[in-house]
Nanobody, 122 residues
Framework: QVQLQESGPGLVKPSQTLSLTCTVS??????????WAWIRQPPGKGLEWMGA???????YYSPSLKSRTSISRDTSKNQFTLQLSFVTPEDRAVYYC??????????????WGQGTQVTVSS
């Protein structure tokens, strides 16, 4: 059973950088052929795919967020990390880390973290 757990600050100030970490257990983030992605859901809105990192370390980003999004990983800790810079109130959302079968937004995601609420406020 694969488990994913998000961690990071629940409150970020405008213009600052949000950093979230996903800790994976029950499976390796380097195992073929899985991809590890970040998805968010603003209040009252739908899910938004942000980007992913593949089992080989390649990264993929949503065109709308690419300029300020970075996904990395630490294989020794079996973790991957999201950094979202220059945050605004529109970035307020529940952020999920997930496992998928592809590097695109319409991939199938079989395992999800519980999600973590992030608020942007001064």
């Amino acid at each position: 059973q694969v488990q994913l757990q998000e961690s990071g600050p629940g409150l970020v100030k405008p213009s600052q950088t949000l950093s979230l970490t996903c800790t994976v257990s029950g499976g390796s983030i380097t195992t073929s052929h899985y991809y590890w992605a970040w998805i968010r859901q603003p209040p009252g809105k739908g899910l938004e795919w942000m980007g992913a990192i593949g089992y080989s370390g390649s990264t993929y980003y949503s065109p709308s967020l690419k300029s300020r999004t970075s996904i990395s990983r630490d294989t020794s800790k079996n973790q991957f990390t999201l950094q979202l810079s220059f945050v605004t109130p529109e970035d307020r959302a529940v952020y999920y880390c997930v496992r998928g079968d592809g590097y695109y937004s319409s991939s199938h995601y079989d395992y999800w973290g519980q999600g973590t609420q992030v608020t942007v406020s001064s």
